[in-house]
């Protein structure tokens, strides 16, 4: 690989070099997960590649996930099969090969209280079973991912300390994915992407575009520049009907609420919830760094225009309170709520009677004008959804490239665990940068490799080093995206002054 530093400085030599020759093999539209996979799959194949993105890396969908990297058990449960060993596949591909530094193997425990009954505990143990079928169909073994098993009451509380322990007759334990940071993985392709020559243009929007290319315009000095290209990608997620006509989209809206760890009294699993009623759903909470606990996930059908930052509703914020203080011993209240993040899928319209019911495969979509359209799918399926999009375009229009590459092409920063476990930096460091951690150290002495501020971990030279190779450009970058403090409106005020210094250098 090339050069994987974003910054600035490159951003503007690439569109002066794209005004000065626009064409272009592969325009992608949309810096999501998937669209900067497609990017790092098109440029890794020798292709000239244009990755252009309205806003920022991951503005959207993808970094409003639960950090999950799953197997795709809920697949099983209701017969696709298809779906959950593809997930299944690519969970193993993330966690060994591209980005072992940002995934690491999970532990979700299911406690089995009076509320669940007998009946209900055997079909989840006989789910768990299937799931470790799943892992060894996906050639991921057992020493990566451990094999699921029952568990004592005792070791229910030694994961989740706040656990109610009356009635409660011990437990179920799976192992799955967990991410570091959903937004760090898109950072990470695409950072991996331009290393291969591909163009990242962030704040470069394109309101029309069809398979021969598309205008582009730089929204920070409003220079246009109409591109020309054999393969143009639509991967904007719920946005995709705004460039793909005849498309309708149902989105469906997932909700999270931030949680301090001390509400948890010091989580280590991922504590899973049954909702009654509802076999089969669950709300979760999910220790997350900045010593937080993320609590989700709902499914809501969220009609109308769609909000560039989607908000919690009310009654989800309840939803999720009410469920998962079934399984505590002292419920958490609104107070507990440090702040909420919610996601919109992008799920094509099938016409079913609820979101839930509509399928999570991925779709590819080419268009009378040739624009081919990505939607659907999940996070743990990015890859693949990438490459099928791709290999519909190459097919298409007959652009001649090497073979796919990315079922074992390592992300900048990645290596093995034990290349990982011998970097000299702290390991929150190497959990959010891997191999690159002592590059971030090397930033600046003691005094910016502290706190910015009380409410984080991360540090002025975090923030340097997002603005130097990281491509973040204001402050939103910073805080939102390329760290998460944002998470925390209150947090978030602490570190503004922080974030403006760093990018005034």
């Known amino acids: 690989m090339k050069n ?61 996930s639960s950090k999950l990297v799953h197997g795709g058990l809920r697949y099983l449960a209701s017969g696709q099969v298809g779906i959950a060993h593809e997930s299944a596949v690519e969970r193993g591909i993330l966690i060994n090969r591209t980005a072992p530094h940002l995934v690491r193997a999970f532990p979700q425990v299911i406690p089995l209280h009076p509320s669940v009954s007998a ?30 098993r029952r568990i004592s009451p005792a070791e229910v509380v030694r994961h989740a300390p706040t656990v109610r322990a009356a009635g409660l007759r011990g437990g179920l334990m799976g192992w799955d994915g967990q991410l570091n940071d959903d937004a760090r993985l898109v950072v990470a392709l695409a950072r991996t992407a331009a290393g291969f020559g591909a163009k990242v243009l962030t704040r470069t929007e394109v ?15 409003g220079r246009s520049i109409d591109v020309g290209a054999r393969v143009v990608i639509n991967a904007t997620g719920v946005w995709a009907g705004e460039l793909a006509t005849g498309l309708t989209l149902r989105p469906s809206r997932g909700t999270h609420l931030v949680v301090s760890q ?13 909702v009654p009623g509802h076999f089969g759903r669950y709300v979760f909470a999910l220790p997350a760094p900045d010593d937080r ?3 989700g996930l709902t499914d809501e059908d969220a009609p109308g225009p769609v909000p560039d930052e989607p908000r919690a509703a009310e009654s989800e914020i309840d939803f999720l309170l009410e469920t998962i203080n079934l399984a505590l011993a002292s419920g958490l209240t609104r107070h507990d709520v440090l702040g909420t993040f919610s996601g919109l899928r992008p799920l094509l319209d099938t016409g079913s009677g609820t979101t839930a019911d509509i399928s999570r495969k991925h779709q590819v ?9 990505v939607v659907g799918g999940k996070l743990t399926t990015y890859r ?36 990982l476990g011998a970097v000299r930096a702290p390991g929150r460091l190497v959990h959010r940068y891997g191999t690159e951690a002592s590059n ?6 003691p005094e910016l490799n502290r706190p910015i501020c009380g409410a984080t971990e991360v540090t002025t030279a975090e923030l340097l080093f997002a603005v130097r190779h990281e491509g973040a450009l204001d402050v939103a970058d910073l805080l939102d995206r390329r760290t998460r403090i944002g998470l925390s409106p209150e947090a978030r005020a602490t570190a503004v002054a922080a974030a403006e210094a760093a990018l005034a250098g």
């Open 293 to 295: 606990v993320y609590v």
């Open 440 to 445: 971030v150290l090397a930033v600046g002495g």
């Open 4 to 64: 994987t530093s974003l910054n600035a400085d490159r951003r503007t030599r690439e569109l002066d070099e794209l005004d000065a020759d626009p064409r272009v093999d592969v325009l992608v539209i949309g810096a999501g997960v998937t669209g900067a996979g497609v990017a790092l799959d098109a440029a890794s194949r020798g292709l000239s590649v244009v990755l252009a993105e309205k806003r920022d890396l991951a503005f959207g969908t993808s970094r409003w």
């Open 365 to 373: 979509i080419t268009g009378a004008d040739g624009l081919i359209t």
């Open 384 to 419: 693949r959804m990438a490459q099928d999009a791709l290999d519909a375009g190459i097919a298409r229009s007959g652009v001649a490239c090497g073979p796919c590459r990315t079922t074992t092409l390592p992300l900048v920063g990645a290596a093995s665990r034990a290349q």
């Open 207 to 221: 309101k029309q575009a069809t398979g021969a290319g598309a205008v582009l315009t730089d929204t920070l000095t």
């Open 119 to 148: 009946k209900d505990a055997a079909l989840t143990r006989v789910g768990l079973l299937a799931g470790d079928l799943l892992r060894m169909a996906a050639h991921t073994s057992s020493a990566t991912l451990p094999r699921s």
């Open 262 to 274: 001390e509400a948890f009294g010091g989580l280590s699993c991922g504590l899973t919830v049954p």
